[in-house]
């Protein structure tokens, strides 16, 4: 099992910068993906941003130049930059893990979310 802790949300201003982190523990072996997921009152969860071992990441299009992803395969970490945010930005941000078990089978973990409100 894998547990995911995320932090770093909170109240900004439009125009303004936050950063989430997302810190994964226990049962650790290969880990496939890692990336943030949010989801807005009324709205469907979407993929903001995520990105391989490799360091390959993929945006979300309205956030494409604004937020930035990294990750640390040491320490079993992904951070999402975020700037330039926008009241459209405001969700609840979800931290995703996928693991893989064999090359076709993969187990997918959630952090429990963190608040991202953008309000003047």
């Known amino acids: 099992q894998v547990q995911l802790v995320e932090s770093g949300g909170g109240l900004v201003q439009p125009g303004g910068s936050l950063t989430l982190s997302c810190a994964a523990s226990g049962t650790i072996f290969n880990i496939y993906i890692m990336g943030w997921y949010r989801q807005a009152p009324g709205k469907q969860r979407e993929l903001v941003a995520d990105?391989?071992?490799?360091?390959?990441?993929n945006y979300l299009d309205s956030v494409k130049g604004r937020f930035t992803i990294s990750r640390d395969n040491a320490k079993n970490t992904v951070d999402l930059q975020m700037n330039i945010l926008k009241p459209e930005d405001t969700a609840v941000y979800f931290c995703?893990?996928?693991?893989?078990?064999?090359?076709?089978?993969?187990?997918?973990?959630w952090g429990q979310g963190t608040q991202v409100t953008v309000s003047s």
């Open positions: 990105i391989t071992s490799g360091g390959n990441a």
């Open positions: 995703n893990l996928r693991q893989m078990r064999t090359s076709r089978l993969w187990d997918d973990y």
